[in-house]
């Protein structure tokens, strides 16, 4: 007995002189004491406006709660991923990476198990919560966008086939350089029911983008230049994430996003296997559940969180413009991350020698 209040004392002595909780030292499991500090932790994400929201809605927070600096890199990259775990020189404590990335980096061993214990997925949907490597800080879709001013006295366009529908919706289109959502695209164009996509039939989705391929004068490659194009009138019709509209909207452009048949992207986080401070890693993505702060990047980006409380704390006038709202939701298709893991690199080659292809 005097032993065990020995070490509680000298636990509590610890904790007191490195300022305990009150100091943003989490409190482990009894005898054991947080590692030290570091001056500061590397997050990977998209970056440009993304990093900047990020920075105000969580980097800020695990600033002031931890006192450890949040340091910020970009862009994502799958490759320099692989390299660092497999050299063992992990430069990133924690990094975004895409949904299909995310299932290739768990079974090539590149991230960190979650720690359950200190991340909370209550409030998430269930599927969420049974991730053992990720933590899904929100959704993205990839939308159809267009120029109202153009369509001011006329049908605006709704869905892909009157994407595709190119008399009565005339003008030049973008659409980004990728298979990636387009595939989708097509086969919703060409009549597939959204629960029927996957497996995608890539000769049907193929010849269907034989018949657009002509009137698109722009394939994007940036976030930024998807918007762009449309308010530099380059095109009248045009495709982005639809945080990338909202934008140019809240900027004043003639912008409008139509949700229907959008597709949706998770925005998974993770550790990358080896990081130094893979502790303070996963305190930094336990920040990425809570619903406060989910709503306080909504608000910046319009990028909701799936934390079922986040939505009491978003900005009403916001609600129009996510994915997630009521209206939206319903209307969209979940990209399977699965399928595209499994099959990416044999579509990305027969993409190159069809965009190659005149």
Do not use: C
């Amino acid at each position: 007995m005097t032993m065990q209040r020995s070490r509680r004392k000298a636990v509590a002595q610890l904790l007191s002189l490195s300022g305990g909780v009150a100091l943003g030292v989490p409190r482990l499991a009894f005898g054991q004491a947080a590692p030290p500090k570091p001056a500061s932790i590397v997050v990977n994400a998209a970056g440009g406006a993304v990093n900047k929201s990020l920075r105000e809605a969580f980097f800020s927070e695990f600033e002031k709660r931890y006192g450890i600096k949040v340091i910020d890199t970009s862009p994502t990259d799958f490759g320099k991923l692989r390299a660092m775990v497999q050299s063992g020189n992990v430069e990133w404590s924690v990094m975004e990476i895409n949904e299909a990335d995310a299932e290739r980096a768990v079974k090539l061993n590149l991230l960190e198990p979650l720690d359950m214990s200190v991340i909370n997925m209550a409030g998430h949907p269930k599927e969420l919560q049974d991730n053992k490597y990720v933590v899904t800080r929100g959704i993205y879709s990839t939308v159809l966008g267009y120029r109202t001013d153009v369509f001011a006295n006329r049908p605006r366009p709704t869905g892909w086939a009157e994407f595709w529908d190119v008399k009565k919706f005339p003008g030049p289109r973008a659409l980004r350089s990728s298979p990636v959502d387009n595939l989708e695209f097509a086969l919703l164009a060409d009549g597939v029911k959204p629960n029927q996509i996957y497996p995608i039939d890539l000769d049907r989705a193929f010849r269907k983008m034989d018949q657009i391929k002509p009137h698109v004068s722009v394939w994007w490659t940036t976030g930024a230049q998807s918007a762009q194009v449309l308010i530099d009138k380059e095109v009248v019709l045009g495709t982005a994430w639809h945080g990338r509209f909202y934008t140019a909207i809240k900027d004043g452009a003639p912008i409008a996003i139509d949700f229907n048949e959008g597709i949706i992207h998770r925005t998974p986080f993770g550790i990358p296997r080896g990081a130094k401070d893979a502790y303070w890693g996963q305190r930094f993505l336990a920040l990425l559940t809570e619903p406060q702060l989910q709503a306080k990047y909504a608000n910046l980006m319009s990028y909701p969180g799936l934390h079922q409380d986040s939505i009491k704390y978003t900005d009403p006038a916001m609600i129009p413009f996510l994915p997630t709202s009521a209206n939206n939701l319903s209307r969209q298709v979940w990209s399977n991350a699965g399928w595209w893991n499994d099959n990416a690199d044999a579509v990305q080659e027969r993409w190159s020698r069809w965009m190659l292809a005149r």
